[in-house]
């Protein structure tokens, strides 16, 4: 179907804008419904991660990372924590392209490392960024690692299994 769009193999450009914008959609929403506050770090719990990685285990590390970054900082910026939203543009599509670059879009075991790989990017990069660029130390940036490790638990609980439906039903688009 796409290819008679697209002779080259590629996804054709306006697919992956139009992509790109509804999984960001969709994530700032998921990021945005439930906010669990770390008073210590001024930041927040949220089940966002789930369509971080549904769009990067789905369409690949462009539309992972857009959607993990974007979406997740729009969130930021429409709730109390929009100091957060810089950080979150660079953690989150890390966390997207990195999942997104690993992950095949064939094999679920390739999922599951993508999601440990691009999870572990996300704990790492916000206790970094909370210990020593916010200057919360690092007791406090250890306080908001459990949360951060349950979103990526959540994600990969809720990504996986998602992905992995909806391939079923897709139609085979480059990545």
Do not use: C, H
Request: aromatic share 10%; no cysteine.
């Amino acid at each position: 179907m796409f290819k008679s769009i697209n002779q080259t193999g590629k996804r054709p450009i306006i697919l992956t804008i139009a992509l790109s914008a509804m999984m960001a959609a969709l994530v700032a929403v998921a990021t945005y419904m439930i906010q669990i506050p770390v008073p210590q770090t001024g930041g927040y719990i949220n089940v966002g991660d789930a369509i971080v990685f549904t769009s990067a285990l789905l369409f690949g590390p462009v539309i992972g990372g857009f959607a993990g970054g974007v979406g997740s900082a729009i969130s930021d910026l429409l709730s109390p924590y929009a100091y957060f939203a810089p950080i979150t543009l660079i953690v989150k599509g890390l966390e997207g392209t990195l999942a997104g670059l690993i992950s095949n879009g064939k094999n679920w075991r390739r999922d599951i490392i993508a999601v440990g790989i691009g999870g572990a990017v996300m704990i790492s990069g916000y206790f970094l960024a909370e210990a020593f660029v916010m200057g919360y130390g690092i007791e406090a940036a250890l306080v908001e690692t459990p949360g951060n490790l349950f979103q990526i638990i959540f994600g990969g609980l809720v990504g996986i299994p998602l992905s992995t439906a909806v391939r079923r039903f897709m139609p085979t688009l480059p990545r």
